[in-house]
């Protein structure tokens, strides 16, 4: 069983497009996240959601909504995408006390915008 | 500020030892992590120091300098699988936020 999965793997699409990712965790989890990570490897936190709650939101684009339904899932809704978009995002999961809260990652999802 | 340096690249040979480096600046200090990923793949956890000194785990160790903010990881017994981006974070106080630095990628030749 994979612990945390995120769909779909791959996502082409056109520039104004609107796209979600989807992410799961098994594991019991209290805190789930969605990091960016660019061409030059660059992992960036985007939001971060503990027990369904938003708890970090940096500076992202309004674009990009989170949502998270219940505490195993989080969403990733982005509108009007632009080529500057394209990525490879990480879902991450972490539980409370456990090692520095370290992150459990899903495999990713290569956002290509042309 | 917050960041987070560490070499871009690092080439070493089978069998042999390597120690990657990182450096830190950043609001508060909870904890620093090591990943380990390998090229179209996650970043899997590798280790965590919260205090001083020397984490080993079978043929990887990591150590921690709070006072220099500085922390290497040390990689023996390198095997060609050990190819791969090695990712320092840093996690501050306050909150939930890991960061972290651009990666070292770490190429091992026979």
């Known amino acids: 069983d994979t612990a945390v999965s995120q769909t779909p793997k791959y996502l082409v699409t056109q520039m104004g497009n609107d796209k979600s990712i989807k992410c799961e965790q098994n594991?019991?989890?209290?805190?789930m996240y969605w990091y960016k990570q660019d061409s030059k490897k660059f992992l960036k936190i985007m939001f971060s959601?503990?027990?369904?709650?938003?708890?970090i939101n940096e500076t992202v684009p309004n674009r990009f909504s989170p949502k998270s339904p219940d505490k195993a899932h989080l969403n990733l809704h982005i509108n009007s995408l632009e080529l500057g978009d394209s990525a490879v995002y990480f879902c991450?999961?972490?539980?409370?006390?456990?090692?520095?809260?370290?992150?459990?990652f899903g495999s990713g999802t290569q956002l290509s915008v042309l | 500020g917050q960041n987070i340096d560490q070499p871009t690249e690092m080439t070493a040979t089978e069998g042999a030892i390597v120690q990657i480096n990182c450096t830190y600046q950043?609001?508060?200090?909870?904890?620093l992590f090591w990943y380990q990923q390998h090229a179209g793949e996650a970043p899997t956890f590798l280790s965590y120091?919260?205090?001083?000194g020397l984490e080993e785990k079978g043929r990887f160790s990591s150590f921690l300098s709070r006072s220099k903010g500085y922390s290497y990881l040390l990689l023996k017994e390198l095997q060609m699988k050990d190819s791969a981006s090695y990712l320092c974070?840093?996690?501050?106080?306050?909150?939930?936020?890991?960061?972290f630095g651009a990666g070292t990628r770490l190429f091992v030749k026979a």
């Open positions: 991450a999961s972490s539980r409370l006390g456990a090692e520095g809260e370290k992150l459990f």
């Open positions: 594991l019991g989890h209290d805190t």
């Open positions: 959601y503990n027990n369904k709650e938003l708890i």
């Open positions: 950043t609001s508060g200090f909870n904890g």
């Open positions: 120091n919260v205090l001083d």
């Open positions: 974070a840093v996690k501050g106080t306050g909150g939930f936020k890991t960061i």
